[in-house]
């Protein structure tokens, strides 16, 4: 599923009107109409709907919405915000077939008249503005939207929550909190970011009949779902053995860490890699030989229970993952770069090696193999060097500028996990859930997609099935066995067996 900006919405509309014959008004009223037919699954015959109908061509799906639900039998009042004359275009259009077919209107003056009119009305339509506005509301609509946002009723927004931009760095001030938003044809950037989506409610995507050749450009932009998880992970060949399924080598671990490389070492096995070994220091091989009984184990020379060289490592891996529990010390750096020249293997460098990375950085794109950088939000800010709320604000720009500067592959994780290649290809995940948010489920993550990136696929599917399998993982067990309060780590390792069998045995 695509994820578009405001330009890119406008294009597309533009092309279809221009080149296909596919005229404003005809989009119009399959927009109206396919908005319709999902509102009616939020509603019922006996609800008193109200729909607010702005100046723009949001406002003019509002007046499809209202002819098609009233053909229907709803009981629907329509409220529209501007002056008669300020309706123009495919707007005026829709609002006159409204008129032929009998419909009535009220017109706002002033906040009375909303006062009046969404008394008694258990539904809001909010078809006031969409990908058109631009700045804080003007009047009246900043009267408009805290009023709305107090009553006592369901609203529902059309395209977007009328205040709320389409695209990512742009500041709002107020907008509509909706319960349901019925997006036109794509989800806009703004659903995926963390200050903006939770305006959005719940959301789902109607389709308008917009080709989606339409958006065929080099930069791809899209939800990472069930279906690209189906169509990429490839299936076991039934005479592969251990070596065609990845041998893997995890460099991490200290004497005060032992914990994040076994769960990396486990979920990595557990994902699917056919061999393992973990390269770490003495007493970590001790604790971790008793629950990682699959693995081999390489032992580092260390200082004060931390690694301090990769002498000893062959690297003759088809995957290397590095960073987790190794702590942060001055030899991190030294280690990391050995790494990343020796290493003719993807390496993922995850948590305390992302720190040891920032001076290295200029170099990583002098490698031959793919560099795979799994931050959280903190550590991307660090290698960036901005806040975290400015990254968070435009994480799809930031998360792009830096994967091509470095060439290399990005995995953001957050509330919506966003991968990006050296190409600038973006997908965002909406699997997973707050259960994730604990210590460890970093690591879990690193090592499933240490495994991912072993089988016969792109980097890109590797990543993306990778976060895919790992929130599919958490959303089963809290729906099933677990809440999002007791959800460990380590139940994702064991819990990933039922995700594979469920979603992908179909
Ligand atoms: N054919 C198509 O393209 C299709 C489009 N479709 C639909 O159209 C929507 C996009 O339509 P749009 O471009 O008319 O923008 P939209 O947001 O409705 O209104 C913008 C108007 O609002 C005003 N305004 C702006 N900012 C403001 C502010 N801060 N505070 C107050 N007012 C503000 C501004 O007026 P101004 O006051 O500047 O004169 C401007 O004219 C899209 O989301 C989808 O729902 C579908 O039907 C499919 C076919
Ligand atoms: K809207």
Known sequence: MHIVTAKEMYDTDRYAMEEMGLQGHMLMENAGRAVATEIEKHVSLKDQILILVGKGNNGGDGFVIARTLLQRGYSVEVLQIPNDEDIQGDALTHRKIYEAFGYGY??????????????????????????????????????????VNQLDAKVISVDLPSGI???????????????????????????????????YGEWKAVDIGLPDH????????????????VASLPEREPFSHKGSHGKGLVIGGALQMPGSVTMTSRAALRAGAGLLTVATVKDVISILA???????????????????????????????????????????????????????SPVLIDADGLYALKAYLPHVTSRSSPTILTPHPGEMAHLLGVEVPELLEKPFQYSRQFASRYGVYVVLKGAFTLVTTPK??????????????????????????LAMTMQPQSIEEALNNGVWLHGSTADLLTEDTHSTYDLLATDLIDGLSKTYRTHLSE
């Open 106 to 147: 009220h017109t706002f003056e002033d906040l009375n008249s909303l006062i009046t009119f969404s008394s008694g009305k258990n539904v809001i339509i909010d078809a006031l503005l969409g990908i058109g506005v631009k700045g804080p509301l003007r009047s009246p609509y900043d009267e408009i939207v805290p009023y």
């Open 165 to 199: 931009p389409a695209d990512e760095g742009i500041s709002f001030e107020e907008a509509i909190q909706s319960n349901f938003t019925i997006v036109i044809q794509y989800p806009k950037v703004s659903a995926f970011l963390q200050h903006t989506a939770p305006f």
């Open 214 to 229: 339409l958006l065929g450009k080099p930069e791809s932009c899209g939800v990472w779902t069930k279906e690209d998880v």
């Open 290 to 344: 008793s629950s990682v009984t699959e693995a081999t184990f390489i032992a580092l020379e260390e200082q004060a229970g931390k690694i301090n060289s990769v002498d000893g490592i062959e690297f003759s891996y088809d995957g290397v993952a590095i960073g987790m529990g190794m702590g942060r010390h001055p030899e991190g750096e030294e280690l990391l770069r050995e790494v990343l020249k020796q290493a003719e």
């Open 424 to 449: 600038g290809n973006q997908w965002v995940h909406t699997t997973g859930n707050v259960g994730l948010a604990k210590g460890g489920s970093g690591d879990v993550l690193a090592g499933m997609l």
